[in-house]
């Protein structure tokens, strides 16, 4: 399963973006998706996940109150609506899906299984 993340690009400290992610040839309305972000030298972050069903969402401390993780199950997407920007969330940022269908949220890379090309958010000072 391949995924698809888009929605990247340069805004100024105090901006927003919305990313989204969606599969290409089938559906994960059933499985639980995150997003993890790498920034260059350092290693990957999980930064927020959400459950199948979308009633269960968690978010890493430093995008608390600025990140909201959400899906639509009839369109096929997941998206990570990022407000006040700031330039240490400049980062490649990736979607993943869990395999495992009905799963909790999960924080683990490691228990993730497709994972998206990454699309790049550059936050500038």
């Known amino acids: 399963v391949q995924l698809q993340a888009f929605g990247g690009g340069l805004v100024q400290a105090g901006g927003y973006l919305r990313l989204s992610c969606a599969p290409s040839?089938?559906?994960?309305?059933?499985?639980?998706v995150g997003w993890f972000r790498q920034a260059p030298g350092k290693e990957r972050e999980f930064v927020a996940a959400i459950s199948w069903s979308g009633g269960s969402t968690y978010y890493t401390d430093s995008v608390k109150g600025r990140f909201t993780i959400s899906r639509d199950n009839a369109k096929n997407t997941v998206y990570l609506q990022m407000n006040s920007l700031k330039p240490e969330d400049t980062a490649n940022y990736y979607c993943a899906a869990d395999r495992q269908l009905w799963g909790p949220v999960q924080v683990d890379p490691r228990t993730y299984d497709y994972w998206g090309q990454g699309t790049e958010v550059t936050v500038s000072s």
């Open positions: 040839g089938r559906t994960f309305s059933n499985n639980a």
